[in-house]
């Protein structure tokens, strides 16, 4: 069967977790189809990984797994079929991470890693994009980007793919390097060091050094791909982790690091044009020429993440005219930059999550509207450590001195977005409607009715603060 995961027979993967194994000899050599944590997502023949959480303890789900046709099952408790294959370890988590490096070292295709503060899943989504116009190309669902989701994620490739793109995330030191360990990636994309896990990380600074753990397991023939427009990544063409870090950028961008230091980054973008919510057109400078590209997602920021894609396709050898077909086939997903269009009103679901960074991205694209009243839902951004209540305020104040026509805050920490706002309105004149509202039940009973038909609406907080509720509400 094509389907099968080549070389995960059941010996091996016994061998390679230090697992004991119990059940008939014989199968030991048989390979498995899939592995999975989630019991209802069992496969003939596939390996379920009884996982006991905080709520749900997954070994009570075994007898219906094998029920299903799993060839195994596998966990920190003996067996109590031994009649059936099952492999006892130490910890289900770690097992995850020795099978996937396994099966990671049996595989050829070129790996891409994504990491960074802020555009990870919109710069792995547009790397697919530009990738599948060459390669099949598996890339990371959802948010399967940590510890177990990015095994998880490993497990899906096939021998049909040619290519993999895979998201990691993190919110600690270490972290990187037990990911890295997994995934060795063969290309690094870094999108930017912002301010994000600043409660574990501390200062931009340790920030670098936890993302820069990617680097660990990177083959000396492999790249780093940087963004060029970050001061603290322009800083890396001298790490001896990395030979020759192709840089990308907006060469018009103030903030171009590279230009400032007197080289142009191997990729680049100039004469930006925003066509609002439609997106961005520019034109894109590579080794092998210049095209002229649009991207259908709205704000400058997305012009970046298209660079990234377009760095990472000359990698791996597409075509200027492929990049180009690739990025304007992307497709913005769910609760990330996504401009839902309703008879009512333009909703910008950016709710996935938040950090001062995508936050003011978020209010320069609602900025750009014309001809509708501009409304900003915006919640608590959450792991930001001390500064917290200081970079609300700046949001706050930023969101004031862009315009925005109604500004509602929602959460505790929200509280500091109005103290910034109240402080541009006495010192800059803002005369905007702005409300504050405890929490987002609050807000659905009495703030709901203040968007109004015909608004432009950005709703944006972290993913905690379940945001995705208010797209609901204003879609019904």
């Known amino acids: 069967m094509e389907d099968l995961m080549k070389g995960m027979t059941l010996g091996a993967v016994a061998r390679v977790v230090k697992g004991i194994y119990t059940g008939p000899e014989e199968q030991k050599k048989s390979e498995l189809s899939a592995i999975t944590i989630d019991s209802r997502q069992v496969e003939k023949d596939g390996l379920f990984v009884a996982i006991k959480g905080a709520r749900v303890d997954g070994n009570t789900f075994i007898p219906g797994a094998y029920g299903d046709g799993a060839l195994c099952c596998m966990s920190t408790e003996p067996a109590k079929d031994t009649a059936r294959p099952y492999i006892q370890v130490e910890s289900c988590e770690q097992a995850l991470k020795d099978m996937a490096e396994f099966y990671r070292s049996e595989l050829t295709i070129p790996v891409v890693g994504i990491t960074g503060s802020v555009g990870k899943t919109t710069t792995k989504e547009m790397i697919a994009a530009v990738l599948s116009q060459k390669y099949d190309t598996l890339k990371t669902l959802g948010n399967f980007n940590n510890e177990i989701g990015l095994p998880l994620t490993i497990f899906r490739i096939r021998e049909h793919h040619q290519a993999a793109v895979l998201e990691m995330g993190i919110s600690d030191f270490g972290e990187m390097t037990r990911l890295a360990k997994v995934a060795k990636p063969d290309i690094c994309v870094i999108t930017n060091i912002g301010q994000c896990h600043l409660e574990n990380l501390g200062t931009r600074d340790g920030i670098l050094k936890a993302k820069t753990e990617i680097f660990t397991y990177l083959k000396p023939e492999g790249k780093a791909v940087l963004n060029g427009n970050d001061d603290k990544l322009c800083?890396?063409?001298?790490?001896?982790?990395?030979?020759?870090?192709?840089?990308?950028?907006?060469?018009e961008d103030q903030n171009d690091h590279r230009t400032q230091e007197g080289?142009?980054?191997?990729?680049?973008?100039?004469?930006?044009?925003?066509?609002?919510?439609?997106?961005?057109?520019?034109?894109?400078?590579?080794?092998?020429?210049?095209?002229?590209?649009?991207?259908?997602?709205?704000?400058?920021?997305?012009?970046?993440?298209?660079?990234?894609?377009?760095?990472?396709?000359?990698?791996?050898?597409?075509?200027?005219?492929?990049?180009?077909?690739?990025?304007?086939?992307?497709?913005?997903?769910?609760?990330?930059?996504?401009?839902?269009?309703?008879?009512?009103?333009?909703?910008?679901?950016?709710?996935?999550?938040?950090?001062?960074?995508?936050?003011?991205?978020?209010?320069?694209?609602?900025?750009e509207v014309e001809d509708s009243r501009t409304v900003a839902v915006m919640g608590d951004m959450f792991e930001l450590g001390d500064e917290e209540a200081k970079m609300h305020y700046e949001v706050g104040q930023y969101a004031a001195r862009k315009g925005i026509s109604l500004i509602i805050s929602i959460g505790s920490l929200a509280q500091n977005y109005e103290k910034g706002i109240e402080e541009i309105c006495q010192s800059e004149g803002y005369t905007g409607r702005h409300l504050w509202f405890a929490d987002l039940d609050a807000f659905l009973e009495k703030g709901l009715p203040e968007i109004r038909k015909g608004d432009a609406v950005l709703v944006k907080a972290s993913h905690a603060m379940h945001f995705e509720k208010i797209v609901k509400a204003l879609q019904a």
């Open 263 to 367: 080289s142009t980054p191997a990729v680049y973008a100039d004469h930006c044009e925003s066509m609002g919510l439609a997106g961005s057109r520019f034109m894109l400078h590579t080794g092998e020429g210049e095209i002229s590209v649009t991207v259908p997602a709205p704000g400058r920021h997305m012009i970046s993440n298209a660079l990234a894609a377009a760095a990472v396709g000359i990698q791996l050898g597409l075509t200027p005219e492929q990049i180009k077909t690739g990025i304007e086939s992307y497709e913005p997903v769910g609760g990330h930059g996504h401009i839902i269009q309703t008879e009512d009103m333009t909703i910008m679901d950016d709710c996935y999550n938040a950090n001062p960074v995508s936050m003011k991205a978020g209010l320069d694209v609602l900025h």
């Open 235 to 251: 800083t890396l063409d001298r790490d001896s982790r990395i030979s020759a870090p192709v840089f990308y950028g907006i060469t």
